[in-house]
């Protein structure tokens, strides 16, 4: 495009772009819709970004005779290569969004309902405030996810007949689609929880039967309801299919979004009740030390890695699996020193659970091959935090006799072995 001079009205005050959907607030400021939307409703902005005057309402005007000086101005200037924007359509509004709801409760309209109201999420964020805010849209969206669980049978015959050639997809797949996207409020999610009894337990049929893109949305939904429970809701427990199908999505690594929620899950719920236990009978100890021998991982993964190991080795099943396993005690000690000091506290606390209460002499023999003795002497030497030196110094301790004349310390480390 050649230089051309843009009347600065022609501006969004927020991205200093052409506008191409004009809208005027209260304060007689025109910004971009997306521009404006954006700074009020996701930054949660309460003032006029140009005049800083508290905005009496959250009225969006829209300018039609600035767009359409826009639009003529980029029609005179196409011979430069400017483009003419095109007429956007009208907002939705909350009675479109009542009819869309009133037909997708109809079996015969009920997935082209949803796919309509999927698209019009997926164009703005004010799309979806309107859909949030339309009586009994969320509540709907649940009742179909919940459905999943009523048989699996008709589940199946569902999912035959909605096979459009897209791939097959049931209301519950798109219903789960839209309620992940809506990204709602923790409020929101904690009137989810309460006006939808065992809506954990759907999504957790969700994870059993759906496609992959289906389970990293249950994946996702789960762990933003998990994070707003209330303790006493942890407390009582979940049901093992549900530790189950949390450690398959690792296992399977559907997506490296649905990755970091598991392990999240894991993490907020293994300190509850015999949650742990089940986590561990689930296949989770033996999964997470699968994922840490991949190699090369992101900081805060790993780090969620070695704070879930650290929760698990906790009970007497988690630290059976952890010694059971040929590279458990490798592996962690590998990542000692090597990944940030929240790692470096949560690996020693693993090593001292074991050396403390599994402390065979196969074990103890193992600590010493693969290194774990060395670097914990080493920890000693650096600057680590005081809780994991005291770890360290405890953990030695412990089993002085065994590796204190240890030929595979090295004499530095030797030096710095605690009496």
Request: proline share 4%; hydrophobic share 40%; net charge positive.
């Amino acid at each position: 495009m050649e230089q051309v001079e843009v009347p600065s009205y022609f501006l969004c005050p927020i991205s200093l772009e052409i506008m191409r959907d004009p809208v005027t607030l209260a304060t007689g400021i025109t910004y971009d819709r997306e521009s404006i939307e954006r700074w009020i409703f996701s930054e949660k902005h309460e003032t006029c970004p140009a005049t800083k005057q508290p905005l009496p309402d959250l009225e969006l005007t829209p300018n039609h005779t600035l767009r359409r000086l826009i639009q003529a101005w980029c029609t005179a200037n196409a011979s430069h290569g400017i483009e003419r924007f095109p007429t956007p359509r009208p907002p939705v509004d909350k009675a479109q969004i009542a009819a869309l709801l009133d037909e997708a409760k109809l079996p015969r309209s009920q997935m082209n309902s949803l796919r309509k109201l999927k698209a019009i999420i997926s164009e703005s964020d004010r799309n979806k405030r309107c859909v949030i805010e339309a009586a009994g849209a969320v509540d709907f969206l649940a009742s179909l996810i919940k459905e999943s669980r009523s048989n699996e049978r008709e589940q199946e015959q569902e999912q035959h007949v909605f096979d459009d050639g897209t791939g097959s997809t049931t209301a519950t797949d798109e219903a789960l689609s839209i309620l992940y996207s809506l990204q709602i409020s923790e409020q929101s999610l904690l009137h989810l929880i309460e006006r939808n009894n065992g809506f954990i337990e759907s999504l957790t049929t969700v994870l059993r039967r759906s496609n992959y893109q289906s389970r990293a949305h249950a994946m996702l939904l789960m762990k933003s309801l998990v994070l707003v429970m209330a303790p006493a809701r942890l407390k009582k427990g979940f049901g093992k299919e549900l530790f189950e199908e949390v450690v398959k999505v690792l296992r399977d690594q559907i997506s490296y979004q649905a990755t970091k929620a598991a392990l999240r899950v894991l993490r907020e719920l293994s300190p509850w009740g015999r949650n742990r236990v089940k986590a561990v009978e689930g296949g989770a100890v033996g999964v997470v030390i699968e994922l840490l021998l991949l190699g090369k991982r992101e900081t805060r993964e790993c780090e969620m890695m070695v704070v879930v190991l650290e929760q698990l080795c906790r009970c007497a099943e988690g630290r059976a699996e952890m010694v059971g396993h040929a590279a458990g005690i490798a592996v962690v000690s590998k990542k000692l020193l090597r990944v940030s000091r929240v790692a470096n506290e949560r690996v020693v606390r693993i090593l001292h659970s074991v050396a403390r209460y599994s402390p065979t002499p196969a074990v103890l023999q193992e600590m010493k091959q693969v290194g774990a003795v060395g670097k914990l002497c080493m920890l000693l030497q650096m600057d680590c935090g005081e809780k994991a030196k005291e770890k360290a110094k405890e953990i030695l301790r412990l089993h002085s006799k065994v590796w204190r004349n240890s030929l595979c310390l090295a004499s530095p480390l030797l030096a710095s072995y605690p009496y």
